[in-house]
Structures are given as structure tokens and as C-alpha cells.
């Protein structure tokens, strides 16, 4: 599973870094990379929340989650005749720290665009086919297959048993969009042309896999989608990456399903019993006929 983060430069310049599972990485390294003189390497280091890390710290680390920002701020040194920089150097260095706009734990901007524009499982670029699960949370159906039968899932996962968990889901494009663009959404709604990326409420239907916006089924009143017109009815729209109040009303209605199937489960069990005991129950009467018969007969 990859790991993303971003770093924001002296510069006030936001770079994104792609960590590969394989790959371990020191900050040391990191920041060698960044900088393209490497004797002030040592004059500048990398803050999480406000708290500095140790060049020597290994990436990946649980102290930077998924999605996280580190500055790269520069050291403030003592005035000239101490071997540090001068009094104008370090006052430059000083104002350059606190112009720098301190981070949040997780960005709220860049949490919302992953959610949006990557797996929920793998956190890499949806690419299709995707799937949602009975929760509204959408991934690449090849990442959460391979996932399923690894018996890999994470925890938050584990409802997902097998493909009758997942629905296959059709996302429309946005024309002319790059894969590989850093600007944002890849897709939108097909209807109002308003992009997948979080500001904006979406549905998926059930029915027929097309998703669509809340804008659109709101302006446009019809029991059929508005893309193939298939009709659906209202249990059929499933909220894409909703809030915490409408992810409970999905999982209740999802144990209430699981609660239904079982249920029809057992009784399907318990009439395949009672028919197989009725046909044990008339075999051993035509058997029992068929001896009086004989009997009969021979006498």
C-alpha cells in the first residue's frame, strides 16, 4: 500500500511524494532531494504539526499518516562570530519560519480530494472498472478483488465478503482530462457536468451502476436515471463518501439486509428439511405397500 504526503517548501511551494510499500526512505534523503544546494542541507529541517523531526527518522512511520504535510522550515542560527550565520541571516530565516502558515494535523482540502480521486483500500488514482461497497466508500474493483482473496482486508473492510458486497459502478470521464493531471477530479456528473471531487454530493443507483449528482436527481424529478433511464426507486441511491450521520443510516440498512438474508437463509434451510423428511416419510410407505402387496399375493 502506497504511502502520500505532501511537503511544503521554504517557498511555500506544496510537493506531493508517492512512498511505494517496498520502499524505505530517511528524511535525510528526502530532504537532499529537495534542496539543490547541498551544503544547506543542515540549515533547514522538516516539521510535523509544528514539531521537528529527526533527519534520521525512516519513512514509512506511523508518526506520518496517510495524506499528512510536513514543512521544510529553515533552522534559526546564532548572529555572526559563532560560526552560524549573521544577524541579517538569521532575522531572514526567522520571518521566513513564521510567514510559513503552520499545517493542520491532515490538510481538510487534501483529505476530501483522496477520499474523491483514489481507492479507499490502496489510495492510488481510481482507475476503472471501480466498485463501491454497501457503505459508500469506492474503489478500484481489481485492488479490492485481489484484497478479498488475499484475505487482506483492513478491519473497516471486513464487511465486504465477497462480490455480492460490491457494486459495480459507471463514473463519467471529464473530456479531454489527463491521467496523469494534478489539478483534480478525472470525472463528473454526466448530467450538470459538476466534478467528482468532494464539494459536491453524489449518488450511486444501485439499479444500474451510473453516478450522478445530487444536483442533477434534485433539478430533474424522474424514477428513472437520467443517464439510461432505468427506473429505480428511492433505495436504490446510495450516498458516495457521505458524512458519519449518512455512512450509520447505510450500515443499518445493510445489517437489516444481512439480517433479511439469513432469515430467508434458515427457512429455505427448514423447507428443504421438511420436504426431504416428507419424501423419506412416503418412500418408507410405498416400501411398507409394496410388502403387504406381496404378502397378499403369495397367500
Known sequence: MQLQFFVRSPTHQTLTVTLESTQTLTLRHLKSSLLPNTKSISSFYFALNGKPLSDSTILPTPEILHLSTLSLLPRISGG???GGATGAESRDCYLKMYAEKKPDKIDPNEKRLGKWLNCALSFEPLREPCVIDKLGNIFNKETLVEALLGKKL???????????DMINIKLSKISGKQADAADGAMFQCPITGLEFNGKYRFFALKNCG??????????????ACLVCHKEFVESDKMVINGSEEEVA?????MEEEKAKTTMEKKKKGELMLWMGQRIVVN????????MERNRVMLE
Open 283 to 290: 418412500w418408507k410407505g410405498m416400501k411398507n405397500l409394496r
Open 210 to 223: 451510473h453516478i450522478v449528482s445530487a444536483k442533477a436527481l434534485k433539478e430533474v424529478k424522474s424514477s
Open 249 to 253: 443510516i447505510l450500515r443499518e440498512r
Open 80 to 82: 555572526g562570530g559563532d
Open 154 to 164: 483492513p478491519k473497516e473492510f471486513r464487511h465486504i465478503k465477497g462480490l455480492k
